[in-house]
């Protein structure tokens, strides 16, 4: 019988939606305007930052290094 707590496959199916709710909740404690539905709903990083920029009325500059800080690498949208 294998272990798959000690198994070095790829994620599980369990800890992408875990890592997808982390991305999510962080999104949401960040940017308050932006709800579940919301973030559900991104197509990606770049749409993200899209969002941002329309939410807040920010720069796009701007919007892109707080995207960057949030998600630190993680994916976010479908990707993810």
């Known amino acids: ?8 496959t790829s994620a599980s199916p369990q800890s ?4 997808k709710q982390a991305v999510a909740k962080d ?3 960040k940017w308050s305007k932006f709800s579940e539905q ?5 197509k990606g ?3 993200l930052v899209s969002q941002v920029v329309n939410k807040y ?3 796009l500059a ?9 998600l630190k690498g993680r ?6």
């Open 57 to 59: 009325g920010i720069e």
């Open 16 to 19: 992408t939606d875990q890592n």
């Open 1 to 8: 019988m294998e272990n798959s707590a000690t198994s070095t």
């Open 27 to 29: 999104i949401c404690a």
């Open 45 to 47: 990083k770049a749409d």
């Open 62 to 70: 701007q919007a892109q290094r707080e995207v960057d800080s949030v």
């Open 75 to 80: 994916q976010v949208g479908a990707g993810a």
């Open 38 to 42: 919301d973030v559900s709903a991104l």
